[in-house]
C-alpha cells in the first residue's frame, strides 16, 4: 500500500479536480506554498491519500457496495470481509480520508488501454458510513 499525507500529492489523484470543489475541504499553504494540506473542516482532520489494488473479486465488491443505497452501506461493509491488497491489479481504489474516519471521498477505476478509467462517480461519505468503508481498507 502506498499511502501520502500532503494535498499536493493528493491533488495528483485522478479524483482531485471533483475533491477540491467539496466545500468541507479547505487547503492550507506552507511557507512559499511548499507544504499544502487538506483539512476536511467539520472536524478539523487532515486528509490522508491513499492508492490500494484489488484483485478482479474483490474489486468488483467494492464497486457494487459503493453503488448500493447510502443508507445500506455501513450495514453491509461491517458483514464484508476486508479484501486483500495487490501490488498491482486492474482494479486502483483512490481515496482521501480522516483520521478520525468521519469522512472519506472514494473512486474505483479499471484499468485497460494503457489508462485507468472510473468505474463509478465519486462517492463521498460522512460518519457512520464512512467509518466503515475505512475500516475495510
Known amino acids: 500500500m502506498r499511502e501520502r499525507e500532503s494535498f499536493a500529492e493528493v491533488s495528483n489523484l485522478e479524483m482531485s479536480s471533483t475533491l477540491s470543489t467539496n466545500p468541507d475541504i ?8 511548499f507544504g499544502a494540506k487538506a483539512i476536511y473542516t467539520p472536524t478539523n482532520t487532515p486528509l490522508k491519500a491513499i492508492i490500494n489494488y484489488y484483485n478482479a473479486e ?13 443508507e445500506q452501506i455501513a450495514e453491509k461493509a461491517e458483514k464484508m470481509r476486508m479484501p486483500q ?4 491489479s486492474n482494479y486502483r481504489l483512490e481515496a482521501c480520508l480522516t483520521a478520525d474516519k ?25 460518519g457512520k458510513t464512512a467509518e466503515s468503508i475505512i475500516n475495510l481498507l
Open 26 to 33: 479547505t487547503v492550507s499553504n506552507g511557507f512559499l506554498g
Open 58 to 70: 474483490d474489486g468488483e465488491k467494492l464497486v457494487k457496495l459503493l453503488q448500493m443505497p447510502e
Open 85 to 88: 491488497k495487490q501490488s498491482m
Open 102 to 126: 468521519q469522512f472519506i471521498a472514494i473512486q474505483i477505476f479499471g484499468y485497460a488501454d494503457f489508462k485507468n478509467t472510473p468505474l463509478h462517480e465519486l462517492c463521498i461519505y460522512k
